[in-house]
């Protein structure tokens, strides 16, 4: 498969790499190379059968913009853009390409997510209280993380009750979410701590692989434990 990286930080990198390793033919663009989006015209982006962007909110709207409008298939580890989400897929229904986004590609946060929700749904009604505390590396632009409004939308939906989120911004932290349900009698602690990049990379490139015989807009959430 012909894979086509956009971001080449940290997590982009890995992608690539990642991607190479299952033996695919990656190529990557860094910002200075496709600033707003130059870089992808119709007949580049259709040298390639998946795109993955992992930039910056700013960035990806316009690479997502380039892109879908291509019917190409695309999927998106960049967060920030929500706002922005019917539209892509409004765009993507129109030209009949794929679409596959999520706050977090690590299998581990999926498998908390849903974890998160049998609590919620469990305690519920027996005076428990829910919080998030998450904390990023200093340079991650978005703040809560997009993980941590996940996991508290999931929980709100499942308890009915309000989750507040506390963000902190140390050093190299890779990611830690904890979900802290308290009650004057005990408390639950639900943890998951990123230790590096990989498990997002893996993550990202599997939906790569996903997502290439599909067409339509899709929630990692919705199609991990099919891959």
């Known amino acids: ?20 390793e299952r033996g695919h033919s990656v190529h990557v663009l860094d910002a200075k190379e496709n600033a ?4 992808l015209t119709p007949p580049f982006i259709a040298g390639f059968d998946v795109v993955i962007d992992f930039t910056t909110p700013d960035a990806v709207v316009h690479n997502m913009r380039a892109c879908l409008a291509t019917g190409a298939k695309m999927v998106v580890g960049t967060t920030g853009w929500y ?5 892509a897929c409004e765009v993507v229904k129109r030209h009949q390409g794929a679409l596959l986004y999520g706050t977090n590609f690590s299998v581990g946060v999926q498998v908390m997510l849903q974890l998160a929700e049998k609590m919620g749904a469990a305690l519920k009604n027996v005076g428990y209280t829910f919080a998030i505390e998450e904390t990023h590396h200093v ?6 993380s997009g993980t941590a409004l996940t996991l508290a939308g999931v929980v709100q939906a499942a308890s009915g009750k309000t989750v507040s989120i506390e963000a902190k ?10 979900l802290v349900a308290h009650s004057e009698a005990d408390k639950l602690v639900l943890t998951h701590e990123a230790f590096s990049r990989r498990g997002y990379a893996e993550g990202a490139v599997r939906a790569a692989e996903w997502l290439s015989t599909r067409t339509g807009c899709y929630d990692f959430r919705d199609v991990f434990l099919e891959m």
């Open 1 to 20: 498969m012909r894979i086509l990286v956009l971001g080449q930080g940290k997590t982009g990198k890995l992608v690539a790499e990642v991607a190479a």
């Open 36 to 39: 707003n989006a130059s870089a």
């Open 83 to 87: 706002d922005r989400l019917d539209r």
């Open 139 to 144: 340079t991650k632009l978005d703040s809560p």
């Open 169 to 178: 911004r140390e050093g190299g932290v890779v990611g830690v979410h904890t």
